[in-house]
C-alpha cells in the first residue's frame, strides 16, 4: 500500500471539493471547554452567589450542554456524510451536500449506537489501566514506575486498536448499510487481518496531528504577539487591534478546521477502501449503492 499516495490523494481530494469543509468542520468540533466556569464556580462558595448570578450561572451551563450536544449531533452526521462524499467521488459519482447531511442523519441512530459501545469499553479500559498505574504508586511509590513502563505500552495499544476499529466501523455501517455489531464485526476482521497496515496508518495520522498542532500553537501565536505589542502603546490602539485580529483569526481557524476535518476523514476512508479492496466483505451491502443513499 502506498501511504504517501493516499496522505497526497486526501489532500488533492480535500482541497478540490471545498464545500465538504463544511462537514469537515463538524466532524472535527464537538468538544466545547466549560473550565473557565468551572474555576468561577469553585473559587466561590455558593452563599456568595446573588440569585442574578446563580440565573446567569445556570443560562451559562444550559447553553455550554446544548452547544455542546448540538456539536456532537453534528460531528456524527457530518462524518457518515464525508464518508458517503468520498465513497462517491472515488466512484466517480455526483454528490450534494445537503444530500450528503440528509446521509449522515439517517446513518445517526446507529453511529451514535456505535459511539456509546465504543466510549463504554474503551473508556473502561483506559480507566483500567490509568487506576492501576496510580496505585502502583500510591502503594509501591517509585516501583510505579515498573508498572508504568509496562502499562504505557498496552495503554497506547488500546487507544490504538478500539480507535482504527471504531474508525473502520463507521466506514462500514456507510459504506456496507450495516447494523452497529456486524459492522464491528467487520472492523476487527480488517484490523486483524491488515495489523501492520493499521499501525502504520494509526502513526501516520497520529505524527500528522502533531505536526499540525504545533502548526496551529504558531499561528496562533502569529496573532497573539503583534497584538501583545500593540496593547503596550495604547488601550484604544489594542481594541482597535482586537477588532480587526479576532474576526481574522476565527475565519481562518473555522477554514483551517473545515479543511483538517475532511482530510483526515478522507485519509482514513481512502485508506479503508484499500483495505476492502484486498479482503472482501463477508456480510452483504445493505443500502450502500448510490441510488439507495439518495
Known sequence: MDYGKLVNHAFELSWKHKILWILGFFASTFFFSGSGLDEQIKSRPWEHWTELQLAILVLAVSAIVIIGLFLFIMQLISVAGLIEAVVRIENGQAYKLGEMFKVGARHFWRYLGLFCLFFLVTGSSIILLVGIIVLGFVFLHWYGLIILVLLL??????????????????????????????????????????????????????????????????????????????????????????????????????MIEGCLGTFFNALFTLFYLELRKLTPRTMPTVDSTPSAQA
Open 153 to 254: 505500552p498496552i495503554l497506547f495499544a488500546v487507544i490504538f486498536f478500539f480507535g482504527n476499529m471504531y474508525s473502520l466501523a463507521q466506514r462500514e455501517i456507510v459504506a456496507g448499510g450495516l447494523p452497529v455489531f456486524d459492522a464491528v464485526s467487520e472492523a476487527y476482521r480488517l484490523i486483524t487481518r491488515h495489523l501492520g497496515p493499521n499501525i502504520i496508518m494509526f502513526f501516520i495520522t497520529f505524527f500528522l496531528g502533531i505536526g499540525i498542532m504545533l502548526v496551529g500553537v504558531l499561528l496562533l501565536a502569529a496573532f497573539a504577539i503583534p497584538v501583545l505589542l500593540v496593547a503596550t502603546v495604547s488601550t484604544a490602539a489594542l481594541i482597535v487591534s482586537l477588532v480587526i485580529a479576532i474576526p481574522v483569526f476565527l475565519a481562518l481557524a473555522i
